[in-house]
């Protein structure tokens, strides 16, 4: 099996690109009252309600968020800690704390690890999640160039697929991440979204997103963020972005298809039965459920 190269802390996996002592300060980071924090299990459609959030803060004029750096401003996950050539590392919670307020602080971190001061002020939180079959093929073409880049290591989706249902995810598994939030999904400071819904009818989701976020606005702007918000145009400014991090830390694409069912181009049958019989074991009781096509 590939080896991902991952570590265990309080029950979870990580990514060796989170390390402890981040995980330790962004415990004790300063939260400010109007931060909103976007929450999400990898590849789960981060980047498009990035885009969102920013269009929001502009009427959806996708010119003036260019032209604002608003695009520019997109960095790597709050936990991700990149090892420079040097020797050096680069803590990315250090680069969000220098942002101005109102902060939007993205982050792929277990409901558990997030800042103590989040759950004292009642810090708004959108989470997103998405159906693991198509979350696990995103994350396959992600990681795929990544290996081979960067360790010379070929992965086929067999192998991945292996990782992906392991306890070795580099993200801890899907339900690991996703459930927590869901619990909470009706906590006045949670909006919780499935990538799925957003897809069918982005609309109402931006919608939903602008109320939460007091944004509220016309029907006119919101179709203008529909518009500005697609894979194509989500892809255009994440090309634009400053931060080195981002444009070094993985030849993988950050926006790929942006749809629904895609996972029906790798799954075997088996694989897809598989991860039903893990879903329905996991989810038993929750009352959630996901849109697989």
């Known amino acids: 099996m590939a080896d991902f190269q991952t570590w265990e802390y309080k029950g979870y996996t990580f990514h060796k690109q989170v390390k402890k002592e981040a995980l330790e300060y962004i415990e004790n980071m300063e939260v400010f009252d109007d931060d909103i924090w976007l929450c999400t299990y990898p590849k789960s459609g981060t980047h ?13 004029d996708y010119e003036k968020m260019l032209e604002q750096g608003l695009g520019a401003k997109r960095l790597p996950p709050l936990e991700l800690c990149i090892d420079k050539p040097d020797g050096s590392i680069s ?31 009642m810090t708004k939180i959108i989470y997103v999640a998405r159906n693991p079959k198509d979350t696990a093929v995103s ?14 290591v070929d992965v086929d989706w067999n192998q991945f697929f292996q990782i992906f249902m392991s306890k070795k995810s580099p993200f801890g598994t899907w339900t690991q991440n996703v459930l927590p939030f869901w619990k ?9 979204l499935k990538f799925e819904d957003m897809k069918k009818d982005s609309l109402e989701s931006i919608r939903k ?11 006119e702007v919101l179709q203008n963020i529909v518009t500005n918000s697609s894979p194509e145009k989500t892809k255009k400014t994440m ?13 993988g694409a950050f926006v790929r298809k942006g749809i629904i069912g895609d996972w029906k181009t790798h799954f075997t049958v088996a694989q897809s039965e598989q991860l039903d019989e893990v879903l329905q074991n996991d ?3 929750t009352d959630l459920e996901m849109m697989f096509q």
Do not use: C
């Open 48 to 60: 498009w309600t990035l885009q969102i959030l920013y269009l929001l803060q502009v009427d959806g």
């Open 91 to 121: 803590y990315s919670y250090k680069k969000y704390e220098q942002l101005e307020s109102p902060r939007l602080i993205g982050t792929h971190l277990p409901y558990d690890f997030l800042p103590r001061q989040v759950f004292e002020k």
């Open 209 to 219: 997103i602008a109320a939460f976020t007091g944004r509220s606005t016309s029907t």
């Open 139 to 152: 994350m396959y073409h992600f990681f795929k160039p990544t290996m081979k880049k960067m360790m010379n």
């Open 184 to 192: 909470r999904r009706n906590d006045e400071n949670i909006l919780f």
């Open 239 to 251: 090309v634009v972005s400053d931060d080195a991090d981002i444009q070094a830390l993985s030849p």
């Open 283 to 285: 989810l038993k009781g």
